[in-house]
């Protein structure tokens, strides 16, 4: 599954996923967004993978915030934006 999402005035968030057994599975987040350190796209993608097929936007993005750490900085995304992507691709 495949979902997109351009936030106004920022980057491209893309989202490409499985479902399995209702849960997300094989999460890649991906974009032309800047994110430092890099490494961080792991754990976003990690984040995602697992929660229920049924999570709303406010529990995807949450589930991004509260895994990254305070030294992460999202440049021309966010944590909701990365969720807006999510639920597209499951839609």
Not at 16 to 32: H, I, K, P, T
Not at 48 to 73: Q, Y
Request: no cysteine.
């Amino acid at each position: 599954m495949h979902g997109e999402y351009k936030v106004p005035g920022g980057k491209l968030v893309v989202v490409d996923l499985e479902v399995r057994d209702g849960r997300l599975d094989a999460v890649q987040v991906s974009g032309d967004f800047f994110l430092e350190p890099e490494q961080a796209l792991d754990v976003i993608n990690a984040a995602l993978t697992g929660l229920p097929a049924t999570a709303d936007e406010d529990a995807i993005a949450a589930a991004v915030r509260t895994a990254l750490g305070a030294d992460v900085a999202m440049v021309g995304f966010s944590p909701e934006a990365v969720a807006v992507a999510a639920r597209r691709a499951l839609a």
